[in-house]
């Protein structure tokens, strides 16, 4: 069998063992619908409503503030377009949201659909390793903001946002609001790179909405979390049964659900030890890049970044090539985010730390997990320089590395 090394897994994880073990008596055994007032319903409404009292502890919230949703994608959709449709009629001005230009395409599409019924938009640029500014949100903010999305951690190029220094920030503009008789601003981060990694308690991040998913922490696609603070009401998307307090209608995913749980469980439980190991594993794949090949070098913060991300731009080459050649040698990569990586205009993520458009699809991304070893590493760093050599050969591009 041709050796496989995977180093994507900021687009998806492989299920953990423990977490499938957690499912399995869900998929055929305690089948039952959790609406269903026999034995069999009542035991996975039991096991569901474990489910979410062992995600809320976690989270630092409340049982109830809990919504199980089938993806990153869907909980980012009902946070922002439940939020803002729930608000719109109290509002008497066009409703204000703002945003920053790298955010998933689940935040950003969902705010510009906003923009088509009448809301304003405000997209904020982020400096050359992809942070926000405090002082430019500061500055943005108008009578009629009611809602500010700023991710947690980029999937693309691993940048670690303020999240905790917004909520500060946020928490002292509402009270001035407050004071003049203005409604509040509510705080939503998209968690979903961060989960695995990160502190996510909300009340320390000062967030009202969180979102993430079980794909990016090794648990079941078609899973997620919302997390909705008490007292913030949302409009729902999805009309029917009103499972989840009315907000996602249609029988519950028990299995997924119980998968998602215990993964978040375990990632949480073992995150210090991984960010260590994963730390030393990522820089020693940097350092090696950056010092056998010429023309490269690193995108996102050098030290405000996620463990397990590596994302580093090879001039002269495309990316596209580049990932043919690796996977011809087993290893998995991406240039960019899974999510639509068979587009082929440039990452905007890229393009909003300032790189120029004919360099952006020479970037790589190359994201670790727990299988990760330093025999993979070595491995990459072995064949990488000769297939970077070889597409430069047959490459009509030379460009100069000051355009980095």
């Known amino acids: 069998?041709?050796?496989?090394?995977?180093?994507?897994?900021?687009?998806?994880?492989?299920?953990?063992?423990?977490?499938?073990?957690?499912?399995?008596?869900?998929?055929?055994?305690?089948?039952?619908?959790?609406?269903?007032?026999?034995?069999?319903?009542?035991?996975?409404?039991?096991?569901?409503?474990?489910?979410?009292?062992?995600?809320?502890?976690?989270?630092?919230?409340?049982?109830?503030?809990?919504?199980?949703?089938?993806?990153?994608?869907?909980?980012?959709?009902?946070?922002?377009?439940?939020?803002?449709?729930?608000?719109?009629?109290?509002?008497?001005?066009?409703?204000?949201?703002?945003?920053?230009?790298?955010?998933?395409?689940?935040?950003?599409?969902?705010?510009?659909?906003?923009?088509?019924?009448?809301?304003?938009?405000?997209?904020?640029?982020?400096?050359?390793?992809?942070?926000?500014?405090?002082?430019?949100?500061?500055?943005?903010?108008?009578?009629?903001?009611?809602?500010?999305?700023?991710?947690?951690?980029?999937?693309?190029?691993?940048?670690?946002?303020?999240?905790?220094?917004?909520?500060?920030?946020?928490?002292?503009?509402?009270?001035?609001?407050?004071?003049?008789?203005?409604?509040?601003?509510?705080?939503?981060?998209?968690?979903?790179?961060?989960?695995?990694?990160?502190?996510?308690?909300?009340?320390?991040?000062?967030?009202?909405?969180?979102?993430?998913?079980?794909?990016?922490?090794?648990?079941?696609?078609?899973?997620?979390?919302?997390?909705?603070?008490n007292g913030v009401s949302l409009k729902p998307l999805i009309f029917g049964g009103g499972q989840e307090n009315g907000l996602r209608s249609g029988t519950e995913n028990v299995p997924a659900y119980i998968g998602l749980a215990k993964a978040l469980e375990l990632v949480q439980k073992n995150k210090n030890e991984e960010i260590q190991r994963l730390n030393k594993l990522s820089q020693k794949l940097i350092d090696g890049i950056l010092k056998s090949i010429s023309k490269t070098f690193l995108n996102g913060h050098p030290q405000k970044r996620l463990p397990n991300n590596v994302n580093i731009t090879i001039l002269d080459i495309e990316g596209e090539a580049l990932l043919l050649y690796l996977d011809h040698y087993g290893i998995c990569a991406s240039t960019g985010s899974a999510c639509h990586s068979q587009n082929l205009q440039p990452s905007h993520v890229l393009q909003a730390i300032g790189l120029p458009r004919e360099i952006i699809h020479g970037s790589l991304r190359l994201t670790l997990g727990q299988k990760t070893t330093n025999k993979d590493i070595d491995y990459v760093l072995k064949v990488l320089p000769d297939i970077v050599k070889k597409l430069r050969e047959l490459s009509p591009i030379n460009i100069s590395l000051k355009n980095g």
């Open 1 to 229: 069998m041709k050796k496989l090394i995977y180093l994507d897994h900021a687009a998806t994880t492989p299920l953990s063992l423990e977490v499938k073990t957690a499912m399995e008596p869900f998929w055929s055994e305690n089948f039952g619908n959790p609406s269903s007032i026999y034995q069999l319903g009542i035991r996975a409404k039991s096991a569901l409503s474990q489910a979410r009292q062992k995600i809320a502890k976690i989270l630092g919230a409340k049982e109830t503030e809990i919504i199980f949703t089938a993806g990153g994608t869907e909980s980012a959709n009902v946070a922002i377009l439940g939020l803002s449709r729930a608000i719109q009629k109290t509002l008497k001005k066009p409703g204000h949201i703002i945003t920053t230009k790298i955010e998933h395409p689940a935040v950003l599409n969902a705010v510009l659909a906003l923009k088509k019924e009448g809301f304003a938009i405000s997209v904020l640029p982020v400096d050359k390793h992809g942070l926000v500014s405090l002082e430019k949100i500061k500055k943005t903010v108008k009578p009629e903001t009611f809602l500010i999305s700023v991710m947690y951690a980029n999937n693309e190029i691993g940048t670690i946002e303020p999240i905790i220094e917004i909520g500060k920030l946020l928490k002292k503009i509402n009270q001035k609001r407050k004071a003049d008789g203005l409604s509040r601003i509510y705080f939503h981060t998209d968690a979903c790179q961060a989960a695995g990694y990160l502190d996510i308690k909300v009340d320390k991040l000062g967030v009202d909405l969180l979102t993430f998913n079980g794909s990016k922490i090794y648990g079941p696609k078609g899973s997620a979390v919302l997390y909705i603070r």
